[in-house]
């Protein structure tokens, strides 16, 4: 069971959205881009296979060299979200653009594991956006150029705001890397990474990471006598979901050797 929104469309205000469920292993493999804009990535080094945040897969980057090439990618909005879960193994790049020099890190250049960002100057949102290694953090930063100020969020609840003069994005893009390939390599497993061309309310930022979590609750599933032919599965699931959230589940026969019709 997966929840979760469906896959983007440019009516989302998505620039890209990177579910890495699907991706080539080694140098020139493709990882799609779900937002509906063809923004696809090239991978570069990188491990597939790694178990993801929701139970699927994500992507490993274990050195300088692996990334995320994502060249496609430009705005000139200046107000962003970014979006991502991440398990880390050290404080390197997560996000960097040629253009404008707009960089997402993990502290290398502040305090390691700190959430930062990088427009012209190093800013960290401090003590409170550490994210501790070996587990899976869902982080954002809402970057908001009207305003000037950037907030970022940890599993959806904000962990302060910052000056941020706004930056266009384009040119080389990378991810997990800078985008020169050499600086800051990311270290660790990252998924269903995001980027929006607008500011999301903490509303949406919130609503964002609870429909992307894992299930907290349990599952089980048994085999239901209609008749001596035909059986049907059914799934009990117990979890706590966010009001308002679909759960879409799906039955399937069998016959009667017990194989799916």
Sequence with gaps: VRLGYDNGTSGDSLIAYYRMDEAESGSGGTVADYSGNKNDATAEGLKTGATGVLGTKGLQFNSSGNQLNSGGISSTSKSYTFSGWVKRNNSGYIFDTETGRLVISLGEFTKGGELSFYDGSWKSFGSDAFISEER???????????????EGYLDGTSV????????NIGGATTIGS??????????GTLDEFRIYNRSLSSEEVRDLHF????????????????????????VDLDADVHEGTDLNMTFRALDGNNSLI
């Design 136 to 150: 899976w953090t869902q982080f954002a930063i809402v970057f908001n150029a009207t305003e000037g100020r950037a």
């Design 160 to 167: 302060g705001t910052l000056p941020y003069s706004g930056k």
């Design 178 to 187: 800078s985008f020169s390939g050499v600086v800051s390599p990311f270290v």
């Design 211 to 234: 429909l992307e979590r894992p299930i907290s609750g349990s599952y089980s599933t048994e085999v239901i006598e209609e008749n001596k032919i035909t059986k049907w599965f059914r």
